[in-house]
């Protein structure tokens, strides 16, 4: 089993890397369209992961442990959301085609601010990984290993996007290749690092998988609505950030309900 969780929480860090990769394959940044479907499609991904991977089945473990359970689920999700408001809120990051940070004011450089937007959208990530291989060790009969899988691998295949996004520029501007394909690699190893936090905190508190499994729903929510559907809606071609979205929920979906 302990095998078992590692690759599990290794994946989405593996997509990563794969996506830093890029960088020896592409000279110029992902143009804009293909960014607006990839954006999309991480969105819709996350979405889907929220509810089938995360949100039913915390509801289901709550049904047998608490006479209101959806008391835990709302309590969980309604956290996830606020933490990822403060975080939001107080660490200095840039976003995609935004001129301004975000954040408590600073004298960071633009490559710096785009790996700490990477990281707001790791932690729930790894969190959400976390809180599902976390309930599969504690035995939970509503969490299978496939489904525990599902979600790595569909984080994963989001986590690619974002690994050229942050090495593709940093080549660009004059950084040799490899420096840029390790820079948006460790990008990502917040990712296994909250996964594994996450997995540590529920051996010391038991009882708390449910507000786990919300908490990292709404935390990936927060993500997703805040700067994920935004980004891929702007300007000309918003459609096909909402095609990218139906893909990525599609597939999601079906990897979770079919290997579940």
């Known amino acids: 089993m302990h095998t078992s969780w590692l690759l599990g929480i290794s994946i989405p860090f593996l997509g990563t890397m794969a996506g830093s990769a890029c960088v020896f394959f592409l000279r110029q940044q992902l143009g804009n369209r293909p960014q607006k479907i990839l954006l999309g499609f991480a969105s819709g991904v996350m979405v889907a992961a929220a509810v089938w991977s995360l949100l039913i089945p915390a509801l289901d473990l709550s049904a047998h442990s608490h006479t209101f359970p959806i ?8 956290l996830g959301i606020g933490a990822l408001l403060l975080f939001d809120t107080i660490i200095p990051h840039l976003h995609i085609d935004h001129p301004e940070p975000e954040g408590l004011g600073n004298q960071l450089n633009r490559s710096t601010m785009l790996i700490l937007a990477i990281i707001l959208h790791n932690i729930p990530e790894g969190m959400a990984v976390g809180a599902i291989f976390a309930g599969l060790m504690a035995d939970q009969v509503h969490i299978s290993l496939s489904a525990a899988f599902a979600l790595s691998i569909g984080i994963a295949i989001q986590n690619f996007p ?8 940093l080549y660009q501007e004059g950084r040799s290749r490899n420096h840029a394909f390790w820079q948006g690699t460790l990008s990502g190893i917040a990712e296994p690092i909250a996964a594994l936090l996450t997995i540590l905190l529920y051996h010391l508190l038991h009882p708390l998988l449910p507000y786990l499994l919300a908490f990292a729903a709404g935390a990936m929510l927060y993500v997703v609505v805040e700067e994920l ?16 979205f139906a893909v990525g929920f599609l597939l999601m979906m079906v990897l979770d309900v079919t290997l579940a």
């Open 71 to 78: 008391v835990p689920i709302a309590v969980g999700f309604s």
């Open 229 to 244: 559907i935004p980004q891929s809606a702007q300007g000309a071609h918003s459609n096909l950030g909402t095609i990218g």
């Open 162 to 169: 974002e690994g050229a996004i942050i090495s593709l520029p």
